[in-house]
C-alpha cells in the first residue's frame, strides 16, 4: 500500500533552516508527481510547492518562494523540502502528498511540525 | 484570505444530507478539475472527491461532487457521527500556477 512518512521537523529559531524529508514506499516514486502542503496551528491547508516526476518542473507558493527549495532522489524514494530563512508565519505541519493532475493529492503522509520560535 | 470561498460551517443531523459549496473563478475552478479533501480531528487530509465528482476506491457513495461554472458542491447523504471533520475543496489555479485550497468547512453532525 502506498505509505508517505514525513521527518525533520522541529524546533528552529527565526532566520534559522531545516530540511523536511518524506520517504515514499508502496508505488513507483519516480513515475508520480510530489507536493508539499502545510497547515498552520488551527488553520486551513495551504499549497508550498510540487516537483515534476523527475524534478525538471518546479512551483512554489509566493509566500516561500525564493526561501525553500524542493528536490526528490527517485533512486532513493525520496521527497526533500529544504526550507530556509524561516519566520513564525512558517510554523505548521508540513504534509508530502502524492500528486496527480489539477493537483489532486491522491495520498498524504502523517505530516512533520516544523515550530519557529526563539 | 483563501482564493477559494467556503462556509466556515454546516452542520445537520444524523442520517440528513448535507451540502458544502466551494466558490472559485474561471482561473481556479472554472479551468480545472476540483477535489475535496476530508480531514478528520487530529489526522492527515484524504481525498474525498476527485475529478469534480469521482470517488477513490473505498470511498462510500454517500460522498458526491459536482461542479458548475466557477462553483463546486460537496454532497454527503445519509450523515453519520463518524463524519464529523473539516472538509477542504481544491484545485490548481491557472492564472497563479499555483495549487489553492478552499478555508475548510466544519462539519458538526448534531
Known amino acids: 500500500q502506498v505509505q508517505l512518512v514525513e521527518s525533520g521537523g522541529g524546533l528552529v529559531k527565526p532566520g534559522g533552516s531545516l530540511r523536511l524529508s518524506c520517504a515514499a514506499s508502496?508505488?513507483?516514486?519516480?513515475?508520480?508527481?510530489m507536493s508539499w502542503i502545510r497547515q498552520a496551528p488551527g488553520k486551513g491547508l495551504e499549497w508550498v510547492s510540487y516537483?515534476?516526476?523527475?524534478?525538471?518542473?518546479?512551483k512554489f507558493a509566493d509566500s516561500v518562494k525564493g526561501r525553500f527549495t524542493i528536490s526528490r532522489d527517485n533512486a532513493k524514494n525520496s521527497l526533500f523540502l529544504q526550507l530556509s530563512s524561516l519566520g513564525a508565519e512558517d510554523t505548521a505541519v508540513y504534509y508530502c502528498?502524492?500528486?496527480?493532475?489539477?493537483?489532486?493529492?491522491?495520498?498524504w503522509g502523517q505530516g512533520t511540525l516544523v515550530t519557529v520560535s526563539s | 484570505q483563501s482564493v477559494l470561498t467556503q462556509p466556515p460551517s454546516v452542520s445537520a443531523a444524523p442520517a440528513q444530507k448535507v451540502t458544502i459549496s466551494c466558490s472559485g473563478s474561471?482561473?481556479?475552478?472554472?479551468?480545472?478539475?476540483v477535489s475535496w479533501y476530508q480531514q478528520l480531528p487530529g489526522t492527515a487530509p484524504k481525498l474525498l472527491i476527485y475529478d469534480n465528482n469521482k470517488r477513490p476506491s473505498g470511498i462510500p457513495d454517500r460522498f458526491s461532487g459536482s461542479r458548475s461554472g466557477t462553483s463546486a458542491t460537496l454532497g454527503i447523504s445519509g450523515l453519520q457521527t463518524g463524519d464529523e471533520a473539516d472538509y477542504y475543496c481544491g484545485t490548481w489555479d491557472s492564472s497563479l500556477s499555483v495549487g489553492v485550497f478552499g478555508g475548510g468547512t466544519k462539519l458538526t453532525v448534531l
Open positions: 508502496g508505488f513507483t516514486f519516480s513515475d508520480y508527481y
Open positions: 502528498a502524492r500528486t496527480q493532475a489539477s493537483n489532486r493529492l491522491e495520498y
Open positions: 516537483i515534476s516526476s523527475r524534478g525538471d518542473y518546479i
Open positions: 474561471s482561473s481556479n475552478i472554472g479551468k480545472n478539475y
